[in-house]
């Protein structure tokens, strides 16, 4: 089974509005780390956002937010105000046993989603 | 801001041939990994190193790879006899426990 389902294989959005990126999980384990990632064409793979089992609220990082339903397994990346810099393939990842801050255990990733910003 | 590097960038190799990919990790992590991500495929774990020793291995990372800090702030990945199917975007992370930072990768190419 998948650990980390990204249901969306692209994704379009007009220039200065929001944008959810959906992203699913499955782990037994209460304690993991949610993590999301841009990946340009250039390549590299920039950290966004993060966030813990345990934490008590959603994270935000400037334009970027977590929509974080940990009944449903979800954890949704928001994009708000998009920009055309915003264009990129958008991953999803699960480091389980890490809430605590006590795993320093390997990424798992979804398949990604390409995102698509139009002037 | 501190940050994964990696050289070289590019490198294109002949089947059968050995490789080292170079990755200086941030200077006060701990924990150092290797994945690669095959073209338009999710990215995937090969190895991780703590402590002078691997942590934890998938699968992929077979007998033919190989991983070292030679001196205290490279970390390297070898590859013995390279095979076309290891030609791949290859990344090295270091990380706390929320975060963990990718270099830019070295896209290996397998001819």
Known sequence: AQKITQTQPGMFVQEKEAVTLDCTYDTSDPSYGLFWY???????MIFL??????????????????????????????ISASQLGDSAMYFCAMREGNAGGTSYGKLTFGQGTILTVHP | EPEVTQTPSHQVTQMGQEVILRCVPISNHLYFYWY???LGQKVEFL????????????EIFDDQFSVERPDGSNFTL??????????????????????AFF??????TVV
């Open chain 1, 38 to 44: 841009k990946q340009p064409s250039s390549g590299e």
């Open chain 1, 49 to 78: 956002i993060y966030q813990g089992s345990y934490d008590q609220q959603n994270a935000t990082e400037g334009r970027y937010s977590l929509n974080f339903q940990k009944a449903r397994k979800s954890a949704n990346l928001v």
């Open chain 2, 36 to 38: 690669r991500q095959i």
């Open chain 2, 47 to 58: 190895v991780s190193f703590y402590n002078n020793e691997i942590s934890e291995k998938s």
């Open chain 2, 78 to 99: 070898k590859i013995r006899s390279t095979k076309l199917e290891d030609s791949a975007m290859y990344f090295c992370a270091s990380s706390l426990p929320r975060t």
């Open chain 2, 103 to 108: 270099g830019q990768g070295t896209r290996l």
